[in-house]
């Protein structure tokens, strides 16, 4: 190989494509359908016009190779099990009776039967469908989903290679199945899933595709021998069948580290890797195991996850270097391109400066192409690009919205003791029960309360102008006066005012800190058809005036108990955000955690005397690697503890995260120094407080009772018994007694009921101890 003829043979490629369309119409469409007023030839016609578009949008902007196969009406990790057979039994019915519809109760569930369970695909903010695997598990091949879509493409001229889960990641992913013991480890199933993805690569042979992309994202994590044995063991086996397409295995949102050289040494033709985040590591590992002579390297140089402009001459440079180290090399965007929004042009209200700043799917798809044609015909070839590109950068730097100097005065000010509470967490808790007066086994809330369809039709009529800000506000106050009346009358110690002017818990603060933009079309899909619109966290960020402060004062003004004053934290802020990457992190939360400390002191100052900050992000933004979680921790913690150390002794700080498993955070949430935390625990029969107890948690903790997921309303006998098993874990003097997370998605008749039930077992329990 030569760096030269590596460089003439660069071309331009995508991993995957967004789903949805401009205007959301797969969306439509797929609801539509559930309800019934969509037919399935509409619905498939309206999928098939969507993948034509993408494909020739790509194949228009100059991408050589487009991806199959990676659309999806769901899930592609749900497409893989179907294509693998791995149907589980309770589905079985449903998808021989009807395939689409089989497939929607796997994704749902139905009135009957569960669906499959739903986690975070990675780091990032999509869900996927978790297989579910067991000894008994038999895999069949059913490739006509990829190989309708493969077919498809090709009928339109195009270049086209299909995308797959890779069998080692499938299996990663998947967990035992109901019934099955939960230790049961799915790579055992590796030899029986394997000959399925051989016959799914020969009818996609058959079919004429000279490529396949095989994604296996897990191997970025770290891994045991025994699992990168599993993954040697399948791409040789794969590598040696003589009836397939070249594979290019895929590895994106980190680096490969120790599954490198088993891929290298690995009978496939090509390898994808990170050269974001990764960069540096990976291009050691690659010249460590001396490149990847004979082979296709795909170079992911565009951040597949943000929403920024590209650095065009450091890609190139990156490239540069690469070009001796394979065969051939071809550029891309880092990951598939399903983690951000279609279109950056379409958006109308930022400044047109400012936009420049922003790359989505379809502008980075220009930024792939514009490198594959500087590394192929010589820099001068782009010239015109790379001046542009060398502008937006330069405004981007030398704006006054990144560079805000008293935002970064006050940031570089921030000494150790800011982050530290005047007094430790034992010295304060005397002041504290002084202060508040609760009774043992404390009942409050998470914060919201049902968001009625008053809220939202006052949302909609306050954003068309039926209504002013002031008539708007009235409504707000109303839904806060009923929710302070219902606590009062349930017998809740400590209230909330509901969160009914909350739109989302983030956005809501995103919309009043300046720094932050707002996009008009910026979906990105969560799961399913749910789609969401992050805010872009564009620049230094500063709070021009108090955001909650009115709410809870005005709720404290309708009661005699305590109000909690609420508010989202900064690690989650910037994880449901799209975060700036012009400087670290940790930089990024230090300037969020100060706009909200001055909230915090602000709400303390108008006499709030519980103020939760919530973070239920903190567990799910843990990096990929073990090793890089430190730093994170560090950073996260430092950014909570800004936030709230500053209040009084007697001022209790509250904290609250969604997840159940967090064994591996203990200690950085004890690092948190907050006084009370609340958790989901009422699903697992209180697992949480018993790991909790582990790990001697020296503080006050709620772990929920009442599992807010769903409809069903707990009994007040049921809900004294998780709160009995919750006291062989937790003392009385720090167990409270409160619900898994907010309600807002619930309706007011079950969250009632189920609130009065909560109290009343509280109660119950109170009295069993005074008893005993
Ligand atoms: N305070 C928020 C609420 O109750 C917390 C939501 C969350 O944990 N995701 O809605
Ligand atoms: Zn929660």
Redesign the pocket.
Known sequence: MTAKSAAAAARATVYGYPRQGQGRELKKAIEGYWKGRVTSDALRATAADLRRTNWLQLSDAGIHEVPTGDFSYYDHVLDTTVMVGAIPARHRAAVDADATDGYFAMARGTQDVAPLEMTKWFDTNYHYLVPELGPDTAFTADSAKQVAEFEEARALGLTARPVLVGPVTYLLLAKAAPGVAADFDPLLLLDRLLPVYAEVLADLRAAGAEWVQVDEPALVQDRTPAELGAAERAYRDLGSLTDRPRMLVASYFDRLGDALPVLAKAPVEGLALDFTEAAAANLDALAAVGGLPGKRLVAGVVNGRNVWVNDLEKSLSTLGTLLGLADRVDVSASSSLLHVPLDAAAERDIEPQILRWLAFAKQKTHEVVTLAKGIAHGTDAIAAELAANRADLASRANSPITHDPAVRARAAGVTEADARRSQPYGERTPAQRARLGLPLLPTTT???FPQTDELRTARADLRAGRIDKAGYEERVKAEIQEVIAFQEKAGIDVLVHG?AERND?VQYFAEQLTGYLATQHGWVQSYGTRYVRPPVLAGDISRPEPMTVRWTTYAQSLTGRPVKG?LTGPVTMLAWSFVRDDQPLGDTARQVALALRDEVGDLEAAGTSVIQV?E?ALRETLPLRTADRVGYLAWATDAFRLTTAGVRPDTQIHT?M?YAEFGDIVQAIDDLDADVISLEAARSHMQVARELAVHGYPREAGPGVYDIHSPRVPSSEETAELLRAGLRAIPAERLWVNPD??L?TRAWAETRASLENLVEAARTVRAELSGS
């Open positions: 998470i914060g919201s969160e818990m609420m919530d239920p609250h969604c997370c907010g807002k």
